[in-house]
């Protein structure tokens, strides 16, 4: 039999070892179940809630919120970083105030965004797509600022220019840094998400979880938490799936 | 016909003076290239040989003089010109043939494979330059530059990372594709022997001005064995060294040693 990767392996001991401690723990009433209920309870509610579609629902709201803010803010910033780092004119004209803008915590804007947008669909859409703004922003910014110079002279003497300069010389060299940028935007995020829905929503996980504790329903928060972090966990597996593809000449 | 095929172009270098900052680097230059010559530039290290190429390439505008190119000024992008930089500049993230495609229209694909076999490297076409040693890297950036088959060949130390059998092979290459294609080149080296093997004439620069203007007339193709070569080589490496000697004796007449300077201020004392 061919053992798998051990590179596969490692990295899930330590979720695992935990995971089989928790339970052990609960099992001997170690852990009262009004605190931490058991990994088992966890999966039955989370069984529960998959029968009634209940969960369902939540997930894909959630996902669709993250989704459309991280895409309006990601294309925002992506292109204000682009025109930035490209246009001397552009730089000029509008770094200064996203650089003032930048320094705001956009979830201190919670109850502002409540009171413009109420709670429903847009105020947790635009608050993701402001706290992913920034952060692809400033990546895409330095990353095209910092293309090493001589390429670009390089490539001028090689006849490009315009277009093709740009996804020949100017897109590639900035990548590694606007992925970065990606990366971290995506946390942002998930976290904005979290809030937003956890303070004000009538549906989505963070609106799940808020329920359960009306309830006291233990293993429904548990749960909640745990779809957060494999969220986040899939969503850096997608960013370092893009990493390895596009920077394979960086090996 | 596109400008940077057409055969071969003449170059008048005119009192060109090029500073940065405070340090001059070249000051009232003047040089004619004849359309087809092959030309090389030798002189000590941050003497400005890669500064005046990169004045012919148009890629930094001088603070005097003037540059004509078939008696048509510069001002702008050198469009006759395909310049091999020093520093190899390909791109990381391009395979070996795309790199030497880059800029090259795309029904030209064969000829870029055709410049990788010249220069020995065509199974290497799919590795990225990261897996490619130094004079591999140099090799295809030489391969760059001469699948445009420019009108004017500018080349920056193509050939200094190479072993003395591989650089034998490459200067051939290139003498032969001068000789086939009618081009006009300027070499960079800091080989005089290189320099007295492939080119018409070569030029030593000193303190921003050209102190030799030396025309090689030895018949080609050249061998290090003909006695006239060792007699050039000599010539020009007694030059570069004739001044420095000179200047050493100079420095001594004028600056006292230490032991002087010391009995001196004693003396004074
Ligand atoms: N962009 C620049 N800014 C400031 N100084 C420069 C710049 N480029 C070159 N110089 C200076 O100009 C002088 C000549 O540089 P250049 O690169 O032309 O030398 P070189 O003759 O090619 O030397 P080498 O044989 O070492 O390549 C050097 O003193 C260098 O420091
Ligand atoms: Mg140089």
């Known amino acids: 039999m061919k053992l798998p990767n051990k590179g596969v392996i490692i990295p899930w001991l330590i979720p695992l070892v935990l995971l089989i401690s928790w339970q052990f723990l609960s099992w001997v009433g170690a852990i009262p179940e009004r605190i931490l209920p058991a990994p088992t309870q966890v999966f039955v509610a989370c069984m529960e809630l998959l029968s009634t579609g209940e969960l369902v629902d939540h997930v894909s709201i959630s996902l669709g919120r993250a989704l459309a803010g991280f895409l309006i803010g990601g294309i925002i910033g992506f292109l204000f970083g682009l025109f930035n780092g490209v246009f001397r004119f552009a730089d000029l004209f509008f770094d200064t105030s996203i650089q003032m803008l930048r320094n705001i915590p956009h979830l201190a804007l919670i109850p502002l965004v409540i009171l413009w947008f109420g709670i429903g669909e847009t105020s947790k859409i635009f608050l993701v797509a402001l706290g992913v703004l920034f952060p692809v922003y400033i990546n895409t910014y330095h990353g095209i600022k910092s293309v090493d110079k001589k390429l670009i002279e390089m490539g001028k003497a090689y006849g490009l220019r315009g277009k093709a300069l740009f996804f020949h010389v100017i897109l590639p060299g900035a990548m590694s840094s606007i992925l970065v940028g990606i990366r971290f935007s995506l946390g942002v995020m998930w976290l904005t998400l979290i809030v937003a829905e956890t303070i004000s929503a009538q549906s989505g996980i963070g609106y799940m979880a808020m329920n359960a504790r009306e309830f006291m329903q233990m293993d429904v928060i548990i749960l909640s938490i745990v779809i957060y972090a494999l969220f986040g966990k899939l969503s850096d597996v997608i960013a370092r799936y893009f990493e390895e593809k596009l920077l394979k000449w960086n090996t | ?269």
Not at chain 2, 64 to 76: A, V
């Open chain 2, 1 to 269: 016909m596109n400008k940077i095929q057409e055969q071969g172009i003449g170059i008048q270098i005119n009192n060109i003076g090029k500073s940065y900052g405070e340090r001059c680097v070249l000051e009232n230059l003047s040089l004619t290239i004849q359309k087809g010559e092959f030309v090389s530039i030798v002189g000590k290290s941050g003497c400005g040989k890669s500064t005046l190429l990169r004045l012919v390439a148009g890629l930094e505008k001088m603070n005097n003089g003037t540059i004509e190119l078939n008696g048509e000024r510069l001002d702008d992008l050198n469009r006759y010109a395909r310049i091999m930089f020093q520093d190899g500049r390909l791109l990381p993230w391009k395979k070996t043939l795309d790199n030497v495609c880059l800029g090259l229209p795309k029904e030209k694909k064969e000829n870029a494979i055709g410049a990788l076999q010249q220069v020995g490297l065509k199974d290497r076409i799919d590795d990225f330059p990261s897996m490619l040693s130094g004079g591999q890297r140099q090799r295809v950036a030489l391969a760059r530059a001469l699948v445009h088959n420019p009108s004017l060949l500018l080349l920056d130390e193509p050939l200094g990372a190479l072993d003395a059998l591989t650089r034998i092979e490459m200067q051939n290459l290139i003498e032969s594709l001068w000789k086939q294609k009618k081009f006009t080149a300027i070499l960079v080296t800091h080989d005089v022997e290189e320099a007295v093997t492939i080119s018409d004439r070569v030029i030593l620069i000193e303190d921003g001005k050209v102190s030799l203007n030396q025309p090689i007339k030895l018949p080609r193709p050249r061998k290090r064995t003909h006695p006239g070569f060792s007699m050039y080589v000599e010539e020009i490496l007694g030059q570069i060294m004739h001044k420095k000697q000179r200047k050493a004796n100079f420095d001594m007449l004028l600056s006292p040693s230490k032991e002087e300077q010391l009995l001196f201020n004693s003396i004074n004392n």
